[in-house]
């Protein structure tokens, strides 16, 4: 028993430091999008909710290719998003294509 609680600790000691981990420039790509789509999709569509954003860097430090996902009454999906981080701390500009919506039926996501 004992040995299963240092275990369990060991592992949460370990998820909590790669957990804090993140590269900052990843954090400021995901944070301002974020924030530029709530402002926009406010606007457009207000009873849909951006609820996280996820992306990964660029390899030619430029474009950076995102999910960003959504709820709105009672389904879920996400926009891909094409997003690019002009200047370090610069002006970020961002195209959404065509939303994918969860389909339960098929457990997977679909056109919407």
Do not use: E
């Not at 609820?51 to 891909?80: E, Q």
């Amino acid at each position: 028993m004992r040995s299963l609680l240092l275990l369990v600790l060991i592992c949460a000691v370990a998820a909590g430091a790669a957990a804090g981990a993140a590269d900052p420039r990843l954090v400021y790509l995901q944070k301002t999008l974020k924030a530029n789509m709530v402002t926009t999709f406010k606007k457009q569509a207000p009873s849909l909710k951006i609820t996280t954003v996820s992306c990964k860097l660029p390899a030619d430090g430029i474009t950076s290719h995102c999910k960003a996902f959504f709820a709105v009454g009672g389904g879920k999906g996400y926009y891909p998003v094409t997003a690019k981080l002009h200047d370090l701390g610069g002006k970020l500009t961002w195209t959404a294509r065509s939303p994918k919506c969860w389909s339960p039926a098929k457990k997977t996501y679909v056109s919407c």
